[in-house]
């Protein structure tokens, strides 16, 4: 229950950090497009009203009889532009050259000398938008005129408005879908930490199970030995030949434990030489093949492996002997067993088949489990600990292959490895 807890705390705690992680990039993105679009929008704007202010400037023209200043501002010819003149005190002087409507529009600009020769916005009755500069000419008798060019930008404003409520929407609706994507998010990066969490600890369940009924074997006869001191050895040998072999049993399933940490802890080196896999499998099986004389089984060789394999033989000892000793505790008398090389471009195949007890569909799913044995009281006799083919797994796994178990046909079982 507490790890539940501990888990769901952690998943929460990451999905609340990849949902903030996603706001931030999405409002970031969106503020920076925003801004650029308010910083590029006017460029065209501001350039069209500076060529405008030096195309009226060429029109302030002095007519050389009068010495008069003429504003031939009627030869400037850009319809986007409203030129408003107006004198010293900020009176419109040209509100004549306008239609009736716009003049109550102009009247309702205010005017500001601290603007001048500056690009700027005004808004009239707040609907209407310009942008605009305004620049000061000097006329005979000391007289001057205020100039200002206003471009209209309210198709400007609402695309930028339009812009902002459809970034607002979007952002709206992209922290919505990431409460979505970060839940899924945490709960993908979650999910090797929970299977591993929960198989260390079914390992650490199994771990101690596994060494505590040997030991409670090896207790309760002991106690039983203590209880007749005078009893011979002979007598008790049963007793004394269990207690050995549980004792036995316990050493072999710590080497393997060991064996198996150390695998999942360090990148093991393998020790690789180029081998002829199939003498490697004789001088293996060999010794084998008087016990299982003795046992009425027959061990039969097929190698055909024609290539040097590049493997470390110590390891692919270790594996023939897992498979072949499987293949003999799971035999009975007159079964066979067969051990087959060959090899397909640069890849070996070794199989190891038996006509045994074979395997239900279950136990073949879950063979190279730790600690997984599909008979456990026959498996106690024989000294199995079910560490036997994950060591196998692990083996081949170095060596890059692959090792699977399956039906053998008509009867047993066959175990098929790919180096
Ligand atoms: P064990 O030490 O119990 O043999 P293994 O990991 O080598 O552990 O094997 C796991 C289980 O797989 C065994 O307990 C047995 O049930 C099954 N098994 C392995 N090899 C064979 C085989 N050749 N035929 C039938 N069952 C097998």
């Known amino acids: 229950m507490k790890e539940q807890k501990i888990i769901h705390k952690q998943l929460i705690k990451n999905m609340f950090f990849n949902m903030v992680l996603f706001t931030i990039i999405f409002s970031a993105f969106s503020l ?42 009627d030869k400037v010819n850009n319809p986007r532009i409203t030129c408003i003149i107006r004198d010293e005190d900020g009176n419109v002087v040209n509100a004549t050259s306008f239609g009736k409507n716009l003049q109550a529009y102009i009247k309702e600009i205010n005017f500001s000398k601290k603007n001048l020769d500056q690009i700027y916005e005004v808004s009239v009755n707040s609907n209407y938008f310009y942008r605009g500069t305004c620049f000061e000419v000097e006329l005979p008798d000391d007289e001057k005129v205020y100039v200002e060019l206003l471009v209209n930008i309210n198709s400007e404003k609402e695309m930028i408005d339009n812009f902002a409520k459809t970034l607002s929407v979007g952002t709206g609706i992209v922290i919505l879908l990431s409460i979505f994507v970060s839940y899924g998010l945490a709960v993908k990066a979650m999910r090797p930490i929970v299977r591993n969490y929960k198989k260390q600890s079914e390992f650490i369940q199994n771990v101690s199970h596994e060494l505590r009924t040997p030991l409670t074997i090896i207790h309760a006869k002991q106690e039983m030995l203590l209880q007749s001191p005078n009893s011979k050895i002979i007598d008790k040998s049963e007793d004394i030949a269990l207690t050995l072999n549980e004792t036995r049993r316990l050493s072999k399933m710590i080497k393997e434990l060991m064996e198996l940490a150390r695998n999942d802890q360090e990148k093991i080196k393998l020790n690789k030489e180029k081998t002829d896999i199939n003498s490697l499998i004789e001088e293996t099986v060999l010794p084998y093949c008087d016990m299982a004389k003795l046992q009425k089984k027959e061990i039969k060789l097929k190698l055909e492996c024609k290539k040097e394999i590049k493997v470390d033989r ?18 009975e008398e007159n079964d066979s067993i067969e051990v087959e090389s060959y090899n397909k471009d640069d890849k070996c195949f070794i199989n190891v088949r038996d006509t045994g007890i074979g395997i239900s569909d279950e136990g073949l ?12 009281a026959r498996s106690r006799e024989t000294g199995g600990t079910g560490l036997g083919l994950p060591i196998a797994y692990t083996i081949v796994s170095l060596h890059g292959g692959s ?13 098929a490895v790919r180096i």
């Open 365 to 376: 799913k879950r063979v190279f489990e730790r600690f997984y044995r599909e008979d456990k």
């Open 314 to 331: 110590n390891r692919l000892k270790q594996l023939i002997i897992i498979l072949l000793d499987n293949a003999l505790k799971y035999t």
């Open 403 to 415: 090792i699977k178990m399956g039906h053998n046909k008509p009867k047993g079982t066959v175990v």
């Open 32 to 73: 920076l497009i925003f801004a650029q679009l308010n910083r590029y929008l006017y460029v065209p704007v501001d350039q069209e009203i500076k060529k405008s202010k030096s195309d009226y400037l060429k029109y302030v023209e002095v007519d050389s009889k009068d010495d008069e200043v003429i504003l031939n501002f």
